[in-house]
């Protein structure tokens, strides 16, 4: 199959999206696919890699907003279509509901009756509320152009539940996956953390933007009443909150015990989790799934994570961490206590995970899904033009 892969979001944009999109791509290719990545006309960082795997990267011109990152030339008030960008591709596979490129790639693959699909990665708040089904109905725009896809998958039951306000479309839930040979647990956890500069601590591990909506903040103030000389807190990513957080470490006294990494390499991030004990996802709302949980349990890694969005539908499945109250400080320090003080359940969790993330959440598990819905698509279009 000729398979286009499309959104404002993939890189440089960093994110759940991006990475999907990226990963998708080559695994697409590795099963023989002709594979394109069409998204605006930016430097992404990945022209070389794509060009070495053989997955093309069309780039469409236009004006970008600096802040939503998404490109208004074609915007969904313009008149202007992806057509010409789409037209030899057998299917369209947009990424993220609310950005133009997406939505009019859809429009694009109805009318050159092509499978046009589309993955749902969000979720907002209250996203099983009925209230969505009135504001869905005050941004006509968005209703009408999700009519377009034959299909959407929903990364998670609440990506499910959020979409499910503005389209009737058929829906299957298909979750993100998780390269399990690149994401791996290690032997020697002592040789990785000398690497990093943390030998002979306990990492607790956090992995993700610097956005409020993530909860970096609640969880600095929840390890910060932590009393654990070994315990030290590491934060991988970066965002507009990083120099707020660096501030808030100093004020709670904690600068010595908490390491920020900034953005790091994805050809390093494999090894930054393997240097963990613990992983932290303190998000405070509108997470649609939460990819970095599976590389997490992928690395043998136990969890805690706040209970929104589609996060229990991990964990309470594969038994392999700690749900707690969102934004609640004393339950998370509660949470990552028990696991520093307690080897034998952070081995069971992390053993947990890496099984369920192997049975269920390994691209070898979730391509023949992703494919198997392209063909019945396929198989069903001129259903479709009557």
Do not use: C
């Not at 690497?195 to 969880?219: A, I």
Request: no cysteine.
């Amino acid at each position: 199959m000729k398979i286009a892969l499309v959104s404002d979001w993939y890189y440089p944009k960093i994110g759940g999206v991006a990475s999907h999109m990226h990963n998708l791509a080559v695994k697409l290719k590795e099963r023989g696919h002709q594979v394109s990545i069409v998204t605006n006309n930016r430097l992404t960082g990945k022209e070389e890699e794509l060009r070495k795997r053989g997955v093309d990267l069309l780039k469409v011109s236009g004006v970008i907003d600096p802040v939503f990152n998404v490109n208004l030339t074609y915007s969904l008030k313009s008149s202007k279509e992806l057509t010409k960008f789409l037209e030899d591709f057998d299917v369209i596979h947009s990424h993220h509901a609310f950005t133009p490129l997406s939505l009019k790639s859809l429009k694009a693959g109805r009318e050159l009756e092509k499978a046009a699909l589309l993955t749902t990665h969000s979720i907002s708040l209250a996203y099983d509320s009925r209230l969505w089904d009135v504001i869905g109905l005050t941004i006509p725009l968005f209703s009408e152009y999700l009519k377009y896809p034959h299909r959407v998958i929903a990364v998670s039951k609440a990506a499910e539940a959020f979409i499910r306000h503005f389209t009737n479309i058929p829906i299957s839930v298909i979750p993100n996956g998780v390269d399990t040979s690149v994401f791996r647990p290690v032997r020697n956890k002592d040789a990785v953390k000398a690497k990093f500069g943390v030998s002979g601590k306990d990492v607790v591990l956090y992995v993700g933007r610097m956005s409020y909506r993530k909860g970096p903040h609640v969880l600095l103030n929840a390890f910060a009443s932590i009393d654990n000389d070994k315990a030290v807190l590491v934060m991988v990513g970066s965002g507009d909150m990083l120099p707020f957080l660096r501030v808030q470490t100093k004020f709670l006294g904690i600068e010595d015990k908490v390491v920020f990494m900034g953005h790091v390499p994805d050809e390093i991030l494999p090894e930054v989790y393997r240097m963990g004990d613990i992983f932290v996802m303190p998000s405070i709302t509108s997470e649609a799934f939460g990819a970095v949980i599976l590389e997490a349990m992928a690395s043998g890694l136990p969890i805690v994570a706040t209970a929104v969005g589609g996060i229990p539908e991990i964990l309470e499945e594969s038994d392999a961490g700690l749900l707690v109250t969102s934004g609640n400080e004393l339950k998370l320090k509660e949470a990552i206590l028990t696991l520093l003080s307690n080897s034998y359940l952070r081995d069971l969790y992390g053993e947990n995970g890496r099984k369920t993330v192997e049975e269920k959440y390994s691209w070898d598990k979730i391509i023949p899904k992703i494919e198997s819905l392209y063909k019945e698509v396929i198989s069903e279009i001129p259903s479709f033009r009557n």
